[in-house]
């Protein structure tokens, strides 16, 4: 029987949550094809006809949540035509936490990429690409916090330039202890607060 486009997508998009599934749960240099095809309920030639090898699968799942991401984030208008910059700054890292809270894809690709694996080897040039987006996101920081400044909405003597990495470093380590917590303890309560805060003591 002939396969339609949407039959191979369908097949494609099986492949990539049984893999990130798999990954969660193994992490990713202790996973093989084998047992993505396991999980997905299909055969081997299946998966290699989708992706060549366990990197193609991992960046394929790594871009398609990213993308995902990367537009709810786009949604707080960075830029220079909003009225409150530091608004959209604080909406903008705020996607995050919405992403990890309400998503269950977005929660374990995070996990995933941030705990369970290692970027050596041919993995470094996935690490490349992920720090790529971190610096196109950075770039954007900048200008909204460049626009609150030339609208005096900034505290004197910031640095529009070095407050962006800084809110970079912050998400970063918040995601990345977020998803530590599983128990909720400590940093996921707080989360919240900590953002409107970290984007509060910013105020002029």
Request: glycine share 6%; hydrophobic share 45%; net charge neutral.
């Amino acid at each position: 029987m002939r396969r339609t486009k949407a039959d191979t997508e369908k097949t494609r998009q099986q492949i990539l949550d049984a893999a990130r599934k798999v990954f969660a749960e193994r992490g990713v240099s202790r996973t093989s094809l084998e047992q993505v095809a396991e999980a997905a309920r299909l055969s081997r030639g299946a998966i290699y006809w989708h992706f060549a090898n366990k990197i193609e699968l991992f960046s394929a799942m790594r871009e398609q949540v990213a993308m995902d991401m990367f537009e709810r984030m786009g949604a707080a208008q960075l830029g220079e035509d909003v009225e409150d910059p530091l608004g959209a700054v604080r909406d903008s890292i705020l996607e995050i936490l919405r992403g990890l809270e309400s998503d269950e894809r977005v929660r374990e690709a995070f996990d995933i990429l941030i705990l369970k694996c290692e970027y050596v080897g041919e993995f470094a040039e996935v690490l490349a690409r992920i720090l790529q987006s971190a610096d196109a996101w950075t770039d954007k920081l900048t200008l909204s916090y460049a626009h609150a400044q030339r609208r005096g909405q900034l505290r004197a003597g910031l640095n529009p330039q070095l407050l962006a990495v800084e809110s970079r470093s912050f998400i970063f380590g918040l995601v990345r202890l977020w998803l530590m917590d599983v128990g909720s303890a400590t940093v996921r309560p707080q989360a919240w607060d900590m953002i409107d805060t970290h984007v509060a003591m910013r105020r002029a």
